[in-house]
């Protein structure tokens, strides 16, 4: 086993969201850390401090590499649940130095409900802001896809399924889906946003986009309840 701050024969175990501290004493140093992780749960793997673009390598929990390198930062979804290793390693004469190696969950996401007005022509963008409760230290993609509800795909707004990226270090992204305008009366009609990850489909979060009519004839009114105002069909 390497060594790990300056110390032969070491090792660390790091705990989520508890840095742990580490310096690479020569060219071609290398510290490995033992990291418990549960199945299905991406981690954050980054490294601050004067050798944060230091590279990370991840290990099995049998010892055996995987083909999961970062220079500085990677992201890791396991199979599988068990203590995996990270080796911290530079290659340079210049890859000396403290550093903090960081293992944290991805931060949690949240996207808002939308309220759109139809429009009688073309389409009108329904908008949703994608929010992190944190910045992450790598870019983080997520998976955006529309669901009917009481609104049709193709006739009331045009469906998205796609794969998106937050940058590294930002919090929020904003997502648009079309909505289509026309001149029938109709009810309030509504579809959702679901936000998944690519690599498990866990669900993170789920949001309305209402669709509000805007061809109601003249002395007709709509109950408001919210509880009534989306059982008119059309």
Not at 34 to 51: C, D, E, F, K, W
Not at 88 to 102: E, T
Not at 158 to 182: D, F, M, W, Y
């Amino acid at each position: 086993v390497d060594d790990f701050v300056g110390y032969d024969d070491t090792t660390s175990t790091v705990v989520l969201n508890t840095p742990a501290r580490g310096r690479l004493e020569v060219a071609g140093d290398a510290d490995f850390h033992g990291v418990p992780l549960v199945q299905g749960q991406t981690v954050t793997i980054s490294l601050s401090g004067a050798r944060a673009d230091g590279t990370l390598t991840l290990f099995d929990p049998a010892g055996s590499p995987l083909s999961i390198t970062g220079q500085g930062a990677l992201s890791f979804t396991p199979s599988t649940s068990g203590k995996f290793f990270v080796e911290v390693s530079g290659s340079r004469l210049a890859d000396v130095g403290d550093y903090q190696l960081r293992v944290a969950p991805l931060p949690s996401l949240s996207v808002a409900d939308q309220y759109v007005v139809e429009g009688n022509a073309g389409t009108r963008a329904a908008s949703f802001t994608l929010r992190l409760a944190s910045a992450a230290p790598i870019d983080m993609q997520v998976q955006v896809e529309t669901v009917d509800e009481t609104a049709r795909s193709g006739i009331d707004y045009l469906s998205v399924k796609r794969t998106v990226t937050i940058p590294a270090c930002s919090t929020s992204l904003e997502v648009t889906v079309p909505v289509i305008g026309n001149t029938q009366f109709e009810a309030t009609r509504v579809f959702s946003l679901r936000v998944t990850e690519p690599a498990s489909g866990r669900v993170l979060d789920t949001a309305i986009a209402e669709i509000a009519d805007d061809d109601t004839p003249a002395g007709v009114s709509l109950p408001m309840e919210l509880s009534a105002r989306w059982q008119w069909s059309h």
